[in-house]
């Protein structure tokens, strides 16, 4: 569990849900389409249970703990100088006794954080990790001043989400455990303490407990992190958004109207192809531009030329929902040299496509960009 409960701001019984609510700037009914669905009623039952809760590989906490300085680095440039004076200034303690909470001390303007846990190399340690150095950046930023618990608890929860990036690309064997993990959480997150918050939302004047702030802040960390945004990510950590502007900009963040898609079906590979081409027809139809417009014998016929070469990526985000897609050539006489013929992110996701293509092109790979309507016929891709 990450808890991170500062001891000078131990919840206190007398603090009410109402009070909790104001000290965000927000009423209490600005939290109640945060609860959902498919958590409630106690439907988190983790089938993963067994890999998460043993470990895995040989990677120690401070590994992680650098590779989450890495990965905010890499994830949001600006930041990585202080990542890094993070990484090496706070005192850590990763041998922590198994009973005591993780936890991350705020020690004020000029003081180096504290951070002290359990690591038994478990991958939700590894979540564990990030989530404290999401705190311990935070608190360095912010030198003293004050952060609200949802906020600070959402820094954490995108700490972890910008570690399982990093590996995504870095170290992939690593990426399917972390995920396990990250759904696991969100069952606890979302489906446990959504419940309280639930409850919470029945009866302000209730007594504030510090876990309402987990299923919100989990909720903004998702719907910030459906695609790559440095400059969001990086007010994020600063704590230089209130929870009325993040709530705000939740709502006009996710302009991805599309619906969600299964997880491929491996034993049907036809249906898999009909709505990966199903996926790409959404997507140039949102862009509004040229491909709509061919024959459809035409746009069929270049679509399934890629399938069957295997030189196409539909590009799907957390929520499921496909954001992009990209089509290439593979040079005959150069397997290195890609010729991208088209790339559709009809939501502004051009970024997080270009690194989904990357991750799946050989890492020798020079892309060059096709654009028929520029006057440069080529350029390089990146
Ligand atoms: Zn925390």
């Known amino acids: 569990m990450r808890d991170n409960i500062p001891i000078k701001e131990e ?33 988190s039952e983790n089938k993963n249970a067994q890999s998460i809760d043993s470990k895995f590989g040989d990677y120690s906490a401070l590994d992680i703990w650098n590779m989450t300085a890495r990965g905010v680095s890499h994830s949001i440039p600006d930041l990585s100088k202080i990542a890094f004076e993070t990484r090496d200034i706070c005192q850590t303690t990763f041998d922590a006794p198994a009973a005591d909470r993780p936890m991350t001390l705020d020690r004020g303007a000029g003081r180096a954080p504290v951070v002290s846990m359990c690591y038994q190399g478990t991958p939700a ?3 564990c990790v990030a989530h404290e150095f999401g705190h311990a950046l ?40 972390l995920k396990a993990a990250a759904r696991a959480d969100d069952a606890i997150y979302l489906g446990q303490d959504g419940d309280l918050l639930r409850a919470a939302l ?4 209730a007594a504030y407990d510090y876990r309402l702030n987990y299923p919100v802040a989990r909720h903004l960390a998702h719907a910030v992190t459906t695609r790559s945004q440095p400059a969001l990510w990086e007010r994020i950590f600063r704590a230089q958004l209130t929870l009325p502007e993040m709530l705000a900009r939740r ?40 491909e709509p ?15 069957q070469a295997q030189t196409s990526l539909v590009a799907v985000d957390r929520a499921g929902k496909p954001f992009g897609y990209a089509l ?32 799946q092109l050989p890492a020798t790979a020079c892309a060059r960009s096709h654009h028929p309507r520029s006057a440069r016929q080529e350029q390089t891709a990146w």
Do not use: C
Request: glycine share 4%; aromatic share 8%; hydrophobic share 40%.
């Open 11 to 43: 919840p206190i019984s007398e603090y009410t849900v109402q009070d909790w609510a104001r000290l965000h700037q927000v009423d209490v009914i600005s939290f109640s389409d945060m609860l959902p669905i498919e958590y409630s009623n106690g439907h």
């Open 125 to 127: 340690d590894m979540l």
């Open 138 to 177: 935070q608190y360095h930023l912010a030198q003293g001043r004050f952060v609200p618990p949802i906020l600070r608890e959402l820094a954490a929860f995108l700490a972890e989400a910008v570690l399982l990036r990093y590996v995504q690309r870095e170290d992939p064997q690593l990426a399917a455990p």
């Open 202 to 205: 029945d009866d302000p004047q």
């Open 251 to 290: 709502q006009t963040g996710l302009a991805n109207t599309l619906p969600a898609v299964p997880d491929p079906d491996q034993e049907r590979p036809a249906i898999n192809a009909y709505r990966v081409l199903g996926m790409m027809v959404l997507l140039d139809i949102e862009t509004r531009q040229g």
């Open 293 to 307: 417009d061919k024959a459809i014998e035409t746009y069929y016929a270049a679509r399934l030329a890629h399938l």
């Open 328 to 359: 290439w050539d593979v040079d005959p006489a150069d397997p290195d040299l890609i010729t991208l013929k088209r790339q559709a992110a009809p939501f502004g996701d051009h970024l997080e496509l270009q690194e989904r293509l990357q991750a």
